[in-house]
T-cell receptor
Framework: KNEVEQSPQNLTAQEGEFITINCSYSVGISALHWLQQHPGGGIVSLFMLSSGKKKHGRLIATINIQEKHSSLHITASHPRDSAVYICAVTGNYGGATNKLIFGTGTLLAVQP | DVKVTQSSRYLVKRTGEKVFLECVQDMDHENMFWYRQDPGLGLRLIYFSYDVKMKEKGDIPEGYSVSREKKERFSLILESASTNQTSMYLC??????????FGSGTRLTVV
């Protein structure tokens, strides 16, 4: 079982739809990251959060520490939002600090 | 802004070559990481380092080694490149608990 699990793995949406991507984790963490990777591109950090909610433009990220769950929401989705969205957590395990563990990503395709 | 810079965006190497992937960060971060990213497998940790000259194996260290002679630079070495090492390689660094920064990745093709 992966320590960080995302759902769905693949998501197709129509332009303008509200999108939710979920992330559940099974380890103790200090922070959770949402990352974006466009096809053929590098990885960009969207959010880093350890509690509550953060908003940046049309993107909203929430985290529930008790339930070990985070969601990434995209409002008024646009084809340029098409990318892989990756959830990652940082914590202290495996004998080292700040080990990053990644989910396998959610491939989002927003159709015009 | 914190920067994590990977020296090459795209790289093509021949089987058997020794390959160096370089990563440099400019924020005095203690921890640095090398991952590879493959379709369906996500990002998997190869090696990490939590201080100069310190290194620890990650989940898939076989066929790789690393070097951290200076705090800002963490090198990933493929001793003898093989086609199954064709992948996207991602470097990251972090200070303490909550400041992880990622490089833009190196897409390596071994032919």
């Amino acid at each position: 079982k992966n320590e960080v699990e995302q759902s769905p793995q693949n998501l197709t949406a129509q332009e303008g739809e509200f999108i939710t991507i979920n992330c559940s984790y099974s380890v103790g963490i200090s922070a959770l990251h949402w990352l974006q990777q466009h096809p053929g591109g590098g990885i960009v950090s969207l959010f880093m959060l350890s509690s509550g909610k953060k908003k940046h433009g049309r993107l909203i990220a929430t985290i529930n520490i008790q339930e070990k769950h985070s969601s990434l929401h995209i409002t008024a989705s646009h084809p340029r939002d098409s990318a892989v969205y990756i959830c990652a957590v940082t914590g202290n395990y495996g004998g080292a600090t700040n080990k990053l563990i990644f989910g396998t990503g959610t491939l989002l395709a927003v159709q015009p | 802004d914190v920067k994590v810079t990977q020296s090459s965006r795209y790289l093509v190497k021949r089987t058997g070559e020794k390959v160096f992937l370089e990563c440099v960060q400019d924020m005095d971060h203690e921890n640095m990481f090398w991952y590879r990213q493959d379709p369906g497998l996500g990002l998997r940790l190869i090696y990490f380092s939590y201080d100069v000259k310190m290194k620890e194996k990650g989940d898939i260290p076989e066929g790789y080694s690393v070097s951290r002679e200076k705090k800002e630079r963490f090198s990933l070495i493929l001793e003898s490149a093989s086609t199954n090492q064709t992948s996207m390689y991602l470097c990251a660094s972090s200070l303490e608990w909550d400041k992880a920064t990622f490089g833009s990745g190196t897409r390596l093709t071994v032919v």
